[in-house]
């Protein structure tokens, strides 16, 4: 049965796309802003710690610099939750942290994370998803704190 499009279908369709659209745009500015960090000797830590079979430690370094805004330590952190290193697998953080990596430049992970939503049903692909942004919207709230950012939404 098909159904009739209704006024209200197209006024759902364009406020869903001026969200996405915003969504993109805190996504592209957060991701452009932590980019730009440098890896530190906690990432380095967690790379002989991976290097040498101590999972946990890994996870630990991988997870403090990842937070921090290191897109390295993100990627590595989402092989390790994808892989199960450290930690039971868990591909809904895999697609968080792989996710943060890619908008962050990472742009050779784009089949990675095309096999790990194979994986997934559409609400935990979503829910990874969401807590990238969400991760995403608090890091672009913290370093434009004192800026005034209404102007990036405006610009969507």
Not at 51 to 56: A, P, T, V
């Amino acid at each position: 049965m098909i159904r009739s499009v209704t006024n209200y279908d197209v006024v759902d369709l364009l406020i869903m796309l001026r969200k996405i659209r915003i969504s993109v745009g805190v996504l592209m500015t957060a991701g452009a802003c932590l980019a730009a960090l440098p890896a530190s000797a906690d990432y380095e830590a967690g790379v002989r710690a991976l290097e040498s079979g101590n999972y946990q430690a890994a996870m630990m370094e991988f997870t403090l610099e990842a937070s921090k805004g290191n897109v390295q330590a993100q990627r590595r952190l989402g092989e390790m939750y994808r892989l199960g290193q450290g930690t039971t697998p868990d591909l809904v953080q895999a697609v968080k942290w792989l996710t943060l990596a890619y908008v962050s430049g990472e742009r050779d992970l784009t089949d990675t994370l095309e096999m790990i939503r194979g994986s997934l049903s559409e609400a935990e692909v979503v829910r990874g998803e969401q807590m990238a942004l969400e991760w995403l919207e608090e890091a672009n709230r913290t370093v434009f704190a004192d800026d005034d950012t209404s102007s990036l939404y405006e610009s969507f």
